[in-house]
Structures are given as structure tokens and as C-alpha cells.
């Protein structure tokens, strides 16, 4: 298994430009994750899906679009790229939520804005 | 507010040698605590997850406690490598309404393990 990809691992915008970070498991999770990891700040949950088909905010929507047309697929999309977008971007997985569920997470991708 | 705090920011120990990351937090309704390693440009990977019924877990060299009732938890690394070498997060779970668990993540120990 192959785990939780992510493409691409660095990626520089300008102002204004889109783009969309992909992110695949091939663990048939139904949970999948959009993190941001800010230097010095704990990672903020930015969307999640339950399941194909269902997605929700986490604490930092702004900015940011998500879909879920496939088990296996949870690609993050940025319309407007502003400079506060720059972070890097954890995509991650669990097969449900419970207690003692792990999270698998992807190696990230470096996103700058300038 | 639902935090998650780390001490130290940052360790240098040499390799071979034991150390102990703490973690404090305040979150409610606490689910479960967990202790995650990222090494430098990857994502975290789960070493350990207690729940509040739970005072120690270990994995291999990795023995995690919890204090429930202080809200303390510490990550102890025994003889360690220069493979542990990375940020130590720990996350701690709050249970919600909706049965989702909200995930509070703590800001990181960066350990340097010296020759």
C-alpha cells in the first residue's frame, strides 16, 4: 500500500493565481483530512469528509474548496491564492472515527504565495 | 479554549541517552490523547493513542503516560537514536456532539539526537 499521496510536494503561486492540491489513499478510508501546518503553530483542520459524496468546514475554511467524488480522492482547491495561504498542506486519512482510530497523513506540500 | 501545550521547544540530547517531552492540555470533553513523530518534511506518523481509562502505552522504545486528572501527559525515549531525531506532537482528542472527534494539535518538541 502506498498510504495517503499527495502531489505536488512544493508548489509557489502568485497572488491571485488557483490551484489544487491533490491528495489519494488506497487504504478505502471513509475519513479523509485537508490540514495546515503554520512554523511555530500546532496543524488546523481546514475540511474533512466522511465519505464520498460528504464534506464539512473544519476551523480554517477561508480560501479553501474541497470535493469528494471518489473513495479514494479528497483534492483541496485554492481560487484566489493570498499570501496567508502560505503553509504547508497535510492531507491524512483514518478508516472511521473512534477512539482509537489512527491518521494516516501524507508527506505534505509546501505551498508558497508571493 | 481547547489547548495543547509542549515543553521543551526544543532538545539536544546525545545519542544513547534518555529524555522525557511533556504536555499539557486543557481540553473538553477530553476522547483521547495521542503522541505523533514528524520527521523533517513528512507528515506525522502515530506512535501512540490512550484513552482516559489508560496511564501508560508503549511502542518499542516509546513509552507514553497519561495523567488524567492533572491533564499531563510525557513521551519518554529510552537509549535514544539518531534516527529519533525529529518534532514529537502531541494531539489530544475532544469528543463532539456529532460523534466526530476534534483533533487539538500541540505545537511540537524538536528533538536533536547528537552523536
Known amino acids: 500500500n502506498a498510504g495517503v499521496t499527495q502531489t505536488p510536494k512544493f508548489r509557489i503561486l502568485k497572488i491571485g493565481q488557483s490551484m489544487t492540491l491533490q491528495c489519494t489513499q488506497d487504504m478505502n478510508h471513509n475519513y479523509m483530512y485537508w490540514y495546515r501546518q503554520d512554523p511555530g503553530m500546532g496543524l488546523k483542520l481546514i475540511y474533512y469528509s466522511v465519505g464520498a459524496g460528504i464534506t464539512d468546514k473544519g476551523e480554517v475554511p477561508n480560501g479553501y474548496n474541497v470535493s469528494r467524488s471518489t473513495t479514494e480522492d479528497f483534492p483541496l482547491r485554492l481560487e484566489l491564492a493570498a499570501p496567508s495561504q502560505t503553509s504547508v498542506y497535510f492531507c491524512?486519512?483514518?478508516?472511521?472515527?473512534?477512539?482509537?482510530?489512527?491518521?494516516?497523513f501524507g508527506s505534505g506540500t509546501q505551498l508558497s504565495v508571493l | 479554549k481547547n489547548q495543547v501545550e509542549q515543553s521543551p521547544q526544543s532538545l539536544i540530547i546525545l545519542e544513547g541517552k534518555n529524555c522525557t517531552l511533556q504536555c499539557n492540555y486543557t481540553v473538553s470533553p477530553f476522547s483521547n490523547l495521542r503522541w505523533y513523530k514528524q520527521d523533517t518534511g513528512r507528515g506525522p506518523v502515530s506512535l501512540t493513542i490512550?484513552?482516559?481509562?489508560?496511564n501508560t502505552k508503549s511502542n518499542g522504545r516509546y513509552t507514553a503516560t497519561l495523567d488524567a486528572d492533572t491533564k499531563q501527559s510525557s513521551l519518554h525515549i529510552t537509549a535514544s537514536q539518531l534516527s529519533d531525531s525529529a518534532s514529537y506532537i502531541c494531539?489530544?482528542?475532544?469528543?463532539?456532539?456529532?460523534?466526530?472527534?476534534?483533533?487539538?494539535f500541540g505545537t511540537g518538541t524538536r528533538l536533536l539526537v547528537s552523536p
Open positions: 490512550m484513552t482516559f481509562s489508560e
Open positions: 494531539v489530544v482528542s475532544a469528543e463532539g456532539n456529532t460523534g466526530f472527534q476534534k483533533l487539538v
Open positions: 491524512a486519512s483514518s478508516r472511521r472515527v473512534s477512539t482509537n482510530e489512527k491518521l494516516f
